[in-house]
């Protein structure tokens, strides 16, 4: 940020900073407990993560109060990108959010059939996407463009875990029809993860349009082949 001369815009500007990051840390928090109560088999930790996500909703919404009155101020051009780049990302972290409580929702279900060995996959790709959260929220604290693209590179890792653990579930369902219901509820619970990642890649993205404007963005690595996964 830079500054003013009102300094209340500056501080404004801070609160708005302050709170999307905040929101961050919540959502990366929540994804680390719901991949703990995963692991724990812990219906009642999950229920508790399911309801805990209204506080991130109900932080996107101060988010968005305050961008509408920074907007309101005849902010300058860079200010622009800074107001809208932060809306963009609290809408991602909200979403991130939802994926984490639906993880823990799912875990729910889950329970009600033998553990999987397959969840210590699941468990390595939520622990690559809270490392993705964290880092991507630092890049935007420091607007630091080079750190926003490697963790937008990083997302190639998720994709990859990702369609790894497609193929293990899928070729478990085959040898097992008795799996085919757990399997497919950690399915979810791997998707919801994946899209994580992506989230986190829209708010590298955003970093980089805070910073750079509408400089075009580096090409990246896609790795996720779920879609085209033969066994």
Request: proline share 3%.
């Amino acid at each position: 940020m830079h500054d003013h001369i009102l300094k209340s815009y500056d501080a404004e500007q801070k609160r708005l900073l302050d709170e999307t990051l905040r929101m961050g840390e919540m959502a990366a928090a929540q994804l680390e407990a719901a991949l703990d109560v995963v692991q724990r088999r812990d219906d009642k930790a999950a229920a508790r993560i399911v309801a805990n996500d209204e506080a991130i909703d109900a932080l996107e919404h101060e988010v968005s109060h305050d961008v509408m009155k920074l907007a309101l101020r005849g902010p300058m051009a860079r200010d622009l990108r800074e107001i809208l780049a932060a809306i963009r990302i609290a809408a991602d972290i909200e979403r991130i959010g939802d994926y984490a409580a639906n993880v823990a929702k799912r875990s729910m279900a889950l329970n009600t059939a033998p553990a999987l060995p397959h969840v210590a996959g699941l468990q390595l790709i939520g622990r690559l996407a809270v490392k993705q959260v964290r880092d991507v929220m630092a890049a935007y604290r420091d607007c630091d463009v080079e750190a926003a693209q490697r963790v937008r590179a990083s997302d190639a890792e998720i994709d990859a875990a990702y369609t790894g653990l497609f193929r293990e579930l899928l070729t478990y369902m085959m040898e097992d029809a008795r799996a085919i219901t757990p399997c497919t509820h950690l399915l979810f619970m791997a998707k919801n993860i994946e899209r994580i990642g992506d989230h986190a890649t829209n708010i590298a993205e955003n970093v980089w349009f805070l910073v750079r404007g509408d400089d075009a963005l580096p090409p990246r690595e896609k790795a996720d082949e779920s879609n085209t996964a033969t066994l």
